[in-house]
């Protein structure tokens, strides 16, 4: 069962690399264009504002994998650390239920949507675009569930990747400190 989580970690971040480095090409391109030809490309900025919310949505389906989502915590660290995990996935549950209500709303919105409703410059159909709604709705929603499953029943704590950063860059801080005072020691 890890591998095929481990195989949905990758894909989500492929996915997102691939989308934020097609949609900022095409914008340079689309600067350069104006820029240097005097012209605009019109379906650029179209397709780069579609592959920005596909993005988007793909990016939080995949913060919520590393637990890295905007919270209010303070109040969790007061208590103790099994409090705050069952209070933490009283929230989540809440999430989930957001979740669920909007990938319903999403589908039923999607299913309404009729074939001639399409993207201006490019044509597309809108109900391919707006698929990303119930695809990286579902995901997220996955994804909180393997985190409380990962926090409740593993016991293990994801940690957010900023956080991590942080004190790795404080400990390099802290290491290059030492060996400053043990070279000025001499």
């Given at each position: 069962?890890?591998?095929?989580?481990?195989?949905?970690?990758?894909?989500?971040?492929?996915?997102?690399?691939?989308?934020?480095?097609?949609?900022?090409?095409?914008?340079?391109?689309?600067?350069?264009?104006?820029?240097?030809?005097?012209?605009?490309i019109t379906w650029i900025e179209e397709l780069s504002v579609i592959l920005f919310v596909w993005?988007?949505?793909?990016?939080?389906?995949?913060?919520?994998?590393?637990?890295?989502?905007?919270?209010?915590?303070?109040?969790?660290?007061?208590?103790p650390r099994r409090t705050a995990r069952i209070i933490e996935a009283i929230g989540d549950l809440?999430?989930?239920?957001?979740?669920?209500?909007?990938?319903?709303?999403?589908?039923?919105?999607?299913?309404?949507?009729?074939?001639?409703?399409?993207?201006?410059?490019?044509?597309?159909?809108?109900?391919?675009?707006?698929?990303?709604?119930?695809?990286?709705?579902?995901?997220?929603?996955?994804?909180?569930?393997?985190?409380?499953?990962?926090?409740?029943?593993?016991?293990?704590?994801?940690?957010?990747?900023?956080?991590?950063?942080?004190?790795?860059?404080?400990?390099?801080?802290?290491?290059?400190?030492?060996?400053?005072?043990?070279?000025?020691?001499?």
């Amino acid at each position: 069962m890890s591998a095929l989580w481990t195989h949905l970690d990758k894909l989500e971040s492929y996915i997102c690399r691939v989308l934020l480095a097609v949609f900022v090409t095409l914008l340079f391109v689309q600067i350069v264009a104006r820029q240097l030809f005097g012209f605009s490309i019109t379906w650029i900025e179209e397709l780069s504002v579609i592959l920005f919310v596909w993005f988007a949505y793909f990016g939080a389906s995949y913060a919520a994998r590393m637990s890295a989502h905007n919270r209010v915590l303070f109040h969790l660290k007061a208590m103790p650390r099994r409090t705050a995990r069952i209070i933490e996935a009283i929230g989540d549950l809440f999430w989930i239920g957001f979740n669920i209500v909007f990938i319903w709303q999403a589908t039923i919105f999607i299913s309404r949507l009729r074939p001639f409703v399409k993207a201006q410059t490019l044509g597309w159909e809108m109900r391919y675009v707006y698929l990303v709604l119930p695809i990286a709705f579902a995901l997220m929603t996955i994804r909180i569930l393997q985190v409380n499953y990962l926090k409740l029943v593993k016991g293990m704590d994801p940690q957010d990747p900023d956080k991590v950063e942080v004190e790795e860059m404080l400990e390099l801080a802290a290491d290059e400190q030492r060996a400053y005072e043990r070279e000025h020691r001499k």
